[in-house]
C-alpha cells in the first residue's frame, strides 16, 4: 500500500466522491490510534483509515460482524455505517463509524471501580457467546499462553531488568503457572482479543464504551478477561470475576499470563514513547506498571 499523507482536505474529497451528503460535516482529527487514524465526524461519527495497519481485513471484520454484534452488547461501540473503498486518490480502506462518547482509558481514569467491574462482566458475558461458523478465527491473540512463550520472553527481555525490578521473580511465576493451566474445554466464543487501555472508553469514573474490535475472533475467552487487571483498579478483579461468574480456576489462570504479557506490552510502547521511538505510546507505560502490580498483587482464591 503506497503512503499517502491523510489530511483533512483529502478525507473531506473522499467524503465527497463517495459518501456527499456527509462531506461538509465538521472534521478534524483525534489523538491516538496506531493501526488506524481517527477524525472525528460531526458530533455522532467518526472516520477510521488505515495508518500502520496495511492488512484491510480488520476493518473488514468490523464492517461485517459489529452492526450484528451491537444489538445485545450493553456498552456502546462503533458501529460501521458508511464504507470508504481505496481509490487512485488514496490507496487505503476507511470506514464511517458510529462515535463512541468518553475518553480513552490510558488519558482517563476509573474511579467507580465496583461500578466498572460489574459493567465490564456484564459486557463481556454479553460478547461471551457462541459464534456462527464462519465467524472470524483466532488471530493468535487468545492463544494458550503455552503458545505465547516466545512473545512473553520477548517483551520481558525488552523491557528491562530495572524497569521490572525485583518482581521478575513473580512475574516469571505467574507466567508458568499460566502455561501449565489446562486449555479452554467449553465452547469457543466471541473475544475482543485487544482489550487495553486505549480500547476503552471511560465516563463519570467508571468504563462508557468499548472500540477498536480489529482483532476479534472466535475462541478461549481468558484473553478478555485479563482485563479484569489490565483496566480495573486495584481491588476490582474479585469482584469483576464473581460477577462474571467464570466457571474454572484454569481460565483464570491463563488470564494472569496473559493479563502479565498484556502488562509487558503496555510498559514496553511506554518506554519507547520516552524513547521517541516509532510507535511509542508514553501514556501506556505507567498502565502498563500499575497494571503488572495488580497481577502480582492480587491472587484470587474465589472465582465464583
Known amino acids: 500500500m503506497t503512503e499517502t499523507e491523510i489530511t483533512a482536505g483529502l478525507l473531506r474529497d473522499l467524503l465527497r466522491d463517495q459518501h456527499p451528503d456527509l462531506a461538509e460535516l465538521p472534521l478534524r482529527e483525534v489523538e491516538g490510534g496506531w493501526g488506524n487514524q481517527m477524525w472525528r465526524l460531526g458530533d455522532e461519527l467518526a472516520v477510521r483509515i488505515q495508518r500502520m495497519d496495511t492488512d484491510p481485513e480488520r476493518q473488514l471484520k468490523e464492517r461485517r460482524w459489529l452492526p450484528l454484534l451491537t444489538a445485545r452488547l450493553p456498552l456502546p461501540i462503533p458501529v460501521p455505517v458508511r464504507h470508504g473503498a481505496p481509490s487512485e486518490r488514496c490507496p487505503k480502506f476507511w470506514t464511517v463509524m458510529t462515535w463512541v462518547p468518553g475518553l480513552p482509558l490510558d488519558h482517563g481514569s476509573i474511579t467507580r471501580g465496583e461500578h466498572a467491574a460489574d459493567t465490564l462482566a456484564t459486557f463481556l458475558r454479553a460478547l461471551h457467546v457462541a459464534a456462527p461458523p464462519d465467524a472470524p478465527a483466532d488471530t493468535g491473540r487468545g492463544a494458550h499462553p503455552k503458545d505465547c512463550t516466545d512473545g512473553f520472553d520477548q517483551f520481558f527481555h525488552a523491557v528491562g531488568a530495572d524497569a521490572i525490578g525485583s518482581a521478575a521473580a513473580d512475574v516469571r511465576a505467574v507466567w508458568d503457572d499460566a502455561v501449565a493451566a489446562p486449555a479452554w474445554e467449553g465452547p469457543p466464543v466471541w473475544v475482543h482479543g485487544d482489550l487495553h487501555p486505549a480500547n476503552v472508553v471511560v465516563a463519570d469514573g467508571t468504563l462508557a464504551g468499548v472500540v477498536d474490535f480489529g482483532e476479534l475472533f472466535v475462541g478461549d475467552p ?11 483498579p486495584a481491588g476490582a478483579a474479585a469482584r469483576f470475576f464473581a460477577a462474571y461468574a467464570v466457571a474454572d480456576e484454569a481460565t483464570v489462570r491463563r488470564a494472569r499470563g496473559l493479563a502479565v ?10 518506554q519507547n514513547g520516552d524513547r521517541g521511538l516509532p510507535g511509542g505510546k508514553p501514556a501506556w507505560g505507567p498502565a502498563g506498571r500499575a ?5 502480582l498483587s492480587e491472587r484470587l482464591t474465589r472465582f465464583h
Not at 481468558?222 to 480495573?232: C, G, K, N, P
Not at 504479557?261 to 511506554?270: A, N, Y
Not at 497494571?291 to 497481577?295: E, G, S
Open 222 to 232: 481468558a484473553s478478555d478477561l485479563a482485563a479484569a487487571w489490565v483496566l480495573l
Open 261 to 270: 504479557v498484556k502488562s509487558l506490552f503496555l510498559m514496553l510502547m511506554g
Open 291 to 295: 497494571a503488572l502490580d495488580r497481577v
